[in-house]
């Protein structure tokens, strides 16, 4: 009999084993598979996004005529501004083609360059009025489709479809000679949003969201700290407080663009305030940032321990004493990390910024909390509904940048976390 239990015993050992060792292995399996679809994804928007980052350039020789600047000999910059600087471009291609006559091939010619070469060549000539008169070989970007060709050249399969034999004819000769090549799209960083591909960046909603960041950390961070302190270690234990509780918990799980429907309503409607402004965004994010703010501040100061507490009201500091010298210092770590996680998920928010009208088309870079704007999941949300092809990848690269912020607050609050954390010790 004991030996008959001693093999049951066993056997039931034997199994109990063999379940851990299955539920180890389908864990890590999900494990596996979950990063397995995140790398894929990664995969699919750098593939994507990395040929924004380039953009294709052609080099002329502009003769900055006068005639076509400055006829009346002028240097005003208002009459420089309205100079017909197209004229300086289409110039030097008939130079380097003068076998274009036909003015439909003269039209596909010109197609080759994009509309911001001209915008280039005037910023040059009010920045340096000496130009006119002179002649200079000059990069200058290329139309977008030209981009998708030299790019497929260089390895990206996208295709010519779009494109002419005798516009890809003048573009390999243009490659022969020197005259075409990818750069580094310098532009993508620094110049707001356009009708253009190859011209739109994201610095325009770069700055708008930092705009909107600013007055959300200015607006949620104390209120959060403020009301989480009063919840945890000043308010009374009743039914109003519960209730209190109850809905800042439930206010977390709220959808975002509710938030935005109540901002439409309160902030624009009722009180007046301008629509796409990075003010009424950092409103808006606030309300969806406090509730985050307030568990996890709450979180931090409920895992200051009791003897804290007793000790400075031991050696006789009065209450406020007691929290503001003692526990809040402690828990700030918490509260840190808690805020910049939900700045994160603010950041990329999109629902309730559409809902104020932030999904207009802004070209110039916003110089204020007050005046119109857009946001990088905006911007995002704006280049995807785009027709043009070479939207795709400026998508790609404008999620890829929206990642890289989030990857860097989320190390931030790691950071400062840990750094807090070596302080207290």
Not at 284 to 304: D, G, M, N, W
Request: net charge neutral; aromatic share 8%; glycine share 8%.
């Amino acid at each position: 009999m004991n030996k008959c239990a001693a093999e049951v015993v066993q056997a039931g050992l034997r199994r109990r084993y063999a379940a851990e060792r299955r539920f180890r292995l389908y864990g890590l399996a999900a494990v596996l598979v979950g990063l397995l679809f995140l790398a894929a994804l990664l995969v699919s928007i750098v593939s994507k996004g990395s040929p924004a980052f380039q953009q294709t350039q052609i080099r002329l020789d502009i003769h900055f005529d006068p005639e076509d600047i400055a006829p009346a000999g002028t240097i005003d910059p208002a009459e420089l501004g309205r100079g017909n600087y197209p004229a300086l471009y289409k110039a030097a291609l008939r130079t380097l083609f003068p076998q274009v006559e036909e003015r439909r091939l003269l039209a596909d010619l010109y197609g080759l360059m994009s509309s911001g070469a001209g915008y280039e060549l005037r910023a040059r000539v009010l920045e340096n009025p000496s130009l006119i008169g002179e002649t200079h070989s000059l990069w200058l970007p290329a139309d977008d489709e030209v981009d998708i060709f030299a790019k497929r050249w260089a390895g990206d399969e996208a295709g010519t479809e779009r494109l002419s034999r005798h516009e890809i004819a003048w573009l390999e000769r243009l490659g022969e000679a020197e005259r075409l090549e990818t750069r580094f799209n310098l532009r993508f960083f620094t110049s707001g949003d356009s009708r253009e591909p190859e011209l739109a960046g994201i610095w325009g909603a770069v700055v708008g969201s930092f705009f909107m960041l600013t007055v959300t950390l200015l607006v949620s961070f104390p209120i959060g700290v403020a009301t989480a302190v009063y919840l945890e270690e000043f308010a009374p234990r009743n039914r109003w407080t519960d209730l209190i509780e109850v809905n800042i918990n439930n206010l977390a799980a709220v959808p975002s663009i509710v938030f935005g429907l109540l901002g439409l309503a309160v902030f624009i409607n009722f009180f007046g305030m301008p629509r796409s402004a990075p003010l009424v965004g950092g409103l808006v994010l606030s309300l969806i940032t406090l509730p985050t703010i307030i568990i996890a501040s709450r979180a931090a100061l409920a895992a200051v321990s009791p003897s804290i507490r007793e000790a400075a009201l031991g050696m006789g500091a009065s209450q406020m004493q007691m929290v503001t010298q003692h526990v809040l210092p402690l828990a700030m770590p918490g509260m840190l990390t808690g805020t910049i996680l939900g700045m994160a998920h603010a950041l990329g928010e999109t629902a309730p910024l559409l809902m104020i009208g932030m999904v207009a088309f802004i070209v110039d870079v916003p110089d204020g909390f007050g005046g119109p704007a857009t946001a990088l999941p905006v911007q995002v949300y704006l280049w995807a509904d785009s027709p043009e092809r070479a939207f795709v990848a400026k998508t790609s690269a404008a999620i890829m940048v929206l990642l890289g912020f989030l990857l860097v607050m989320n190390a931030a609050a790691l950071l400062l976390r840990r750094r807090f954390e070596k302080r207290r010790s």
